[in-house]
Antibody, heavy 119, light 107 residues
Framework: EVQLLESGGGLVQPGGSLRLSCAASGFTFSKYAMSWVRQAPGKGLEWVSGISGSGAATYYADSVKGRFTISRDNSKNTLDLQMNSLRAEDTAIYYC????????????WGQGTLVTVSS | DIQMTQSPSSVSASVGDRVTITCRASQGISSWLAWYQQKPGKAPKLLIYAASSLQSGVPSRFSGSGSGTDFTLTISSLQPEDFATYFCQQAKSFPLTFGGGTKVEIK
């Protein structure tokens, strides 16, 4: 059974940093691209960042480019998101997700971790 | 970036009703479109991928159609468990983008 478990969320001050992690199990982690998708309170979904199975290719939304860094450790089956220079508008639930069946259609999601940026 | 525009933003319907939600892409995306259902406090769930392919385990009352720039999600006979928010997503190119969502509410 595919499982994705996020951790690392919490309260951080504007300008601060936070590192999110996603522990994956139930599938061959290195074969699949992974993404982070966020949802601000009461708002819609926003794709944040993605990384290829090997980790060689990374992609970012314009809203986080230069501030967030996605990475993965295929030996530990973990996906990370290093978030720097955090802003109030980064407040959201952050989900890790994977598209295993076809294209970039996310068929598996974690339960999410809440990041709150506030002073 | 490809912008995704969903309409309506909300719809009130009764059990048994047919509900249609539309999604328009700012440029052609062929069939690179997905539909998700999200219930409060839960992660999104994939319903439809590649514009019209039903994800395994999803009831057949859900269907998707369209290609290019205009897409439709149809619920043929609304059930109590279908009251939720629905999002479209383009998977043609990075950055991946979602529509703003359509909340299906009880009439």
């Amino acid at each position: 059974e595919v499982q994705l478990l996020e951790s690392g969320g919490g309260l951080v001050q504007p300008g601060g940093s936070l590192r999110l992690s996603c522990a994956a199990s139930g599938f061959t982690f290195s074969k699949y691209a992974m993404s982070w998708v966020r949802q601000a309170p009461g708002k819609g979904l926003e794709w944040v960042s993605g990384i290829s199975g090997s980790g060689a290719a990374t992609y970012y939304a314009d809203s986080v480019k230069g501030r967030f860094t996605i990475s993965r450790d295929n030996s530990k089956n973990t996906l990370d998101l290093q978030m720097n220079s955090l802003r109030a508008e980064d407040t959201a639930i952050y989900y890790c997700a994977t598209a295993q069946h076809y294209g970039n259609f996310f068929d598996y999601w974690g339960q999410g971790t809440l990041v709150t940026v506030s002073s | 970036d490809i912008q995704m525009t969903q309409s309506p933003s909300s719809v009130s319907a009764s059990v048994g009703d047919r509900v249609t939600i539309t999604c328009r892409a700012s440029q052609g995306i062929s069939s690179w479109l997905a539909w998700y259902q999200q219930k409060p406090g839960k992660a999104p769930k994939l319903l439809i991928y590649a514009a019209s392919s039903l994800q395994s385990g999803v009831p057949s009352r859900f269907s998707g159609s369209g290609s290019g720039t205009d897409f439709t999600l149809t619920i043929s006979s609304l059930q109590p468990e279908d009251f939720a928010t629905y999002f479209c997503q383009q998977a043609k190119s990075f950055p991946l983008t979602f529509g703003g969502g359509t909340k299906v509410e009880i009439k």
